[in-house]
């Protein structure tokens, strides 16, 4: 499976980014997939799983009531819309896609990373 993240921009914190997780050569509908985020120096964290039906999500402390994952498998794409964004979001985003159908946030359950996207966000 080749991920392929997008959508990371430039944003004034309070704004809104949707950013988008597409895979080609193999489909990852029934794959749960992750968002996760990295800060130069510091660990990947988990930000974000969805169920392979997306009938199962779960968030992170640190972005619950802000972010929304969701995903369209018809599309092979699964989304994350990120609103009220603060400074302290900014960072490189990944998208992951899990071994099995429902995931957790350990990097381990994770078999296929993308290249992931920078979002920047301004005070």
């Known amino acids: 499976v080749q991920l392929q993240a997008s959508g990371g921009g430039l944003v004034q914190a309070g704004g809104s980014l949707k950013l988008n997780c597409t895979a080609s050569?193999?489909?990852?509908?029934?794959?749960?997939v992750g968002w996760f985020r990295q800060v130069p120096g510091k660990e990947r964290e988990f930000v974000s799983v969805?169920?392979?039906?997306?009938?199962?999500?779960s968030y992170s402390d640190s972005v619950k009531g802000r972010f929304t994952i969701s995903r369209d498998n018809a599309k092979n794409a699964v989304y994350l819309l990120m609103n009220s964004l603060k400074p302290e979001d900014t960072a490189v985003y990944f998208c992951?896609?899990?071994?099995?159908?429902?995931?957790?946030?350990?990097?381990?359950?994770?078999?296929?990373w993308g290249q992931g996207t920078l979002v920047t966000v301004s005070s």
């Open positions: 050569r193999r489909t990852f509908s029934n794959n749960a």
């Open positions: 969805i169920s392979w039906n997306g009938g199962t999500t």
């Open positions: 992951a896609v899990a071994r099995g159908s429902v995931s957790g946030s350990s990097r381990s359950s994770y078999a296929y």
